[in-house]
Nanobody, 119 residues
Framework: QVQLVESGGGLVQPGGSLRLSCAAS????????VGWYRQAPGKERELVAA???????NYADSVKDRFTISRDNAKNTVVLQMNSLKLEDTAVYYC?????????????WGQGTLVTVSS
């Protein structure tokens, strides 16, 4: 069974930075994309950023120029670097992986990591 584990959440003041990591429990050779989503209290889950197997990154308008998604293939890890954090960035952040393990299609979610931006 393949699992995703997020880490790096916490409490930060407005304007601060956090670095979230998403690691798979085993090597996955075919990864179509990895995305970071977030869900704030009372709101729907939304896509924050995603990166394809070719390295193309896409961002929600609300985080462009502040967040950066990157992949470390050797470590089977995807990182979301979050700078200039705002109060409205407070949410539970989830990692999602789409890919294949052999012939088995994967649509994996991590357990989520809480990011709280507060003064």
């Amino acid at each position: 069974q393949v699992q995703l584990v997020e880490s790096g959440g916490g409490l930060v003041q407005p304007g601060g930075s956090l670095r979230l990591s998403c690691a798979a429990s085993r090597t996955i050779f075919v990864i179509n994309s990895v995305g970071w989503y977030r869900q704030a209290p009372g709101k729907e889950r939304e896509l924050v950023a995603a990166i394809t197997s070719g390295g193309t990154a896409n961002y929600a308008d609300s985080v462009k120029d502040r967040f950066t998604i990157s992949r470390d293939n050797a470590k089977n890890t995807v990182v979301l670097q979050m700078n200039s954090l705002k109060l409205e960035d407070t949410a539970v952040y989830y990692c999602n992986l789409l890919g294949y393990l052999g012939l088995r299609y994967l649509d994996l979610w991590g357990q989520g990591t809480l990011v709280t931006v507060s003064s």
